[in-house]
């Protein structure tokens, strides 16, 4: 069964700086796929960025990327120039290809706090 | 174009009552999953229907079970409620296929008491 393990429950940063949520995750499995998820406080989950495991290069959606290392079964999500409509929880998520359903497996979460 | 609804919004049951949670999909959207979230075990897969077929199933009991009409909305079911059962769930709605992206509701709070 795969895991996703989030390591940081809770991470703050000064507006308009960068910050990084972490996020590792075990499989046995070859392709796969992964995404971010946003929860702000009292509203509904949005997708943030999403990442093709066969795919080398990172993801980028605007102010967010990820940085995809797979040997080691990373990805991270770094937040630049951070507003504080970025504060909300942080999901990392995984997805098998192979499973032919869809079926999010999520870390335990990151609450990120935008200091003004 | 409508997001992903859920009815009702919020519920108080006492234990051993059942409870029968709603979700309507994005127009066009064939899938809808859904999810239990807990401050203690976080977000856990319950099922998932595709077309009316349930296609995969996270490791819940037997009282938790679903279905989906043939309009695509699905209906989640939980029977002899415990207190741990207790939780916001969420429904998530897509085209089906994997890597598209899931759609959330906002969620039924429930309340066991």
């Known amino acids: 069964a795969q895991t996703v393990t989030q390591s940081q429950p809770e991470m703050s940063v000064q507006e308009a700086e960068t910050v990084t949520l972490s996020c590792t995750y075990d499989t046995s499995e070859s392709d796969y796929y992964l995404f971010w998820y946003k929860q702000p406080p009292s509203r509904q989950m949005i997708l943030v960025i999403r990442?093709?495991?066969?795919?080398?290069q990172n993801a980028t959606e605007n102010r967010f990327s990820v940085n995809f290392q797979k040997a080691a079964k990373s990805f991270s999500l770094k937040i630049s120039d951070s507003q504080l409509g970025d504060a909300a929880m942080y999901f990392c998520a995984y997805e098998s290809r192979f499973q032919g359903a869809q079926k999010l497996v999520f870390g335990q979460g990151t609450r990120l706090t935008i200091n003004p | 174009k409508a997001g992903v609804t859920q009815t009702p919004r919020y519920l108080i049951k006492t234990r051993g009552q059942q409870v029968t949670l709603s979700c309507s999909p994005i127009s066009g959207h064939r899938s809808v999953s859904w999810y239990q979230q807990t401050p203690g075990q976080g977000l856990q897969f319950l099922f998932e229907y595709f077309s009316e077929t349930q296609r995969n199933k996270g490791n819940f009991p037997g009282r938790f079970s679903g279905r989906q009409f043939s309009n695509s909305r699905s209906e989640m079911n939980v029977s002899t409620l415990e207190l741990g059962d207790s939780a916001l769930y969420l429904c998530?709605?897509?085209?089906?296929?994997?890597?598209?992206?899931?759609?959330f509701g906002p969620g039924t709070r429930l309340t066991v008491l």
């Open positions: 998530a709605s897509s085209s089906g296929s994997v890597y598209n992206e899931q759609f």
């Open positions: 990442q093709e495991a066969y795919k080398q």
